[in-house]
């Protein structure tokens, strides 16, 4: 096993963690929560990471060397037994209210920070078992449209105001909250809509994937309601917003304040590597699978997360993701150090392209 796959089995810790969270409850219960933003972000002040990238020799090695999909795929039945255990334990009647909750937001780091995520990176693959694993992991939190939207419309519109899930300079997150998850799924209504018309098939018909996955989400919701009874299912329902909620934060950190600029016929430069902030700090680079290295993401949207690379003409953030979700929860402080990190990237002659 090659030294750049090992750094990566550091991604089961959060799974790990989730699971000793639950299985140990009590205060314990809160353990998860507090290594994704109290550990990390700590950790993070420390180990900035490295700019390195790796040569065309090693991608090509990295690309063929099928652990690590092996490795990404397994998160899936993690993420899965992960559930069926939350769910049964949070079952329990001689629970405390507030050791429910403990357990809630463990379920919910893992739905933020292994099944959304890894679902991202599947989501973008082109086999169909790949894609289904994907739509797998975000059943697990409700946010099934997520696999429409951010493919074909978040990748088409990002850092301009068409997308939904690209953040507006002074917006806070918790109105890019309502308006990225309203607008979102209304996307990938309209989205599947053109698709069905295009191929002329019926829009209330099982063609219609949003359609599709309302109903496995109703199901899922149902087969809660009926195996266990209501306060399970809201329990469930709580760690599966906390869930979305980690998503949109990071689409939040992901854009914020970045345009392109509009050319003629009313579209949009190509998406650079200016139109991303990018993170190197390296505990978060491989809790998230490299989702940090946005810039080269959507640069290449294509490219598997062990290969994606740094630019150096892209907007770096002062610290890895975990700490700028945390510092994006705090509108006024946030706004004070990102509005100065895009004063500062503008005086660049990179940053001085943007709109």
């Not at 039945?77 to 334990?89: C, G, N």
């Not at 507006?168 to 698709?195: C, M, N, P, Q």
């Not at 699978?289 to 994606?308: C, F, P, W």
């Not at 004070?336 to 990179?350: D, F, L, P, W």
Request: with cysteine; net charge neutral.
């Amino acid at each position: 096993m090659n030294k750049h796959l090992l750094k990566y089995l550091f991604v089961y810790v959060t799974p790990l963690l989730v699971f000793v969270s639950i299985y140990l409850g009590g205060i314990y219960s809160y353990i998860a929560i507090i290594y994704v933003f109290g550990l990390i972000p700590f950790l993070e002040f420390f180990f900035s990471g490295t700019t390195q990238n790796m040569n065309e020799v090693e991608e090509s090695l990295a690309l063929q060397d099928k652990w690590y999909d092996l490795l990404l795929y397994s998160l899936v039945p993690v993420q899965v037994a992960l559930l069926i255990y939350f769910l049964y334990s949070v079952d329990d009647d001689s629970l405390l209210l507030w050791e429910k909750i403990g357990l809630m937001t463990a379920y919910g780091m893992s739905c933020g920070a292994l099944g959304i995520n890894a679902a991202h990176e599947l989501g973008h693959r082109s086999t169909w078992y790949e894609q289904m694993m994907s739509k797998i992991l975000l059943a697990t939190t409700q946010y099934m449209h997520f696999f429409i939207e951010h493919n074909r419309g978040h990748h088409k519109n990002v850092s301009t105001d068409e997308d939904p899930a690209s953040a507006r300079y002074g917006e806070t997150v918790y109105g890019f909250f309502v308006r990225s998850i309203r607008d979102s799924w209304l996307s990938a209504w309209h989205l599947e809509g053109k698709r069905l018309a295009a191929n002329k098939q019926g829009f209330w018909s099982l063609h219609n994937e949003m359609l599709r996955f309302q109903i496995i989400q109703l199901l899922i919701l149902v087969a809660i309601f009926l195996i266990f009874d209501w306060k399970v299912l809201l329990f469930y329902l709580g760690g599966a917003t906390i869930g979305f909620l980690l998503l949109e934060t990071v689409n939040y950190i992901e854009h914020y304040g970045l345009r392109r600029k509009q050319i003629a016929d009313g579209r949009y430069e190509r998406t650079l590597p200016i139109h991303s902030w990018n993170s190197n700090h390296s505990l978060g680079r491989i809790l998230l699978l490299e989702v940090t290295r946005h810039s080269d993401h959507h640069y290449l949207a294509n490219r598997k997360y062990q290969i994606l690379r740094h630019f150096d003409e892209s907007p770096q953030m002062p610290t890895g993701y975990p700490g700028m979700m945390l510092l994006s929860l705090i509108p006024p402080l946030w706004f004070k150090v990102m509005h100065r990190q895009i004063e500062k990237y503008r005086a660049t002659s990179e940053g001085g392209a943007l709109a």
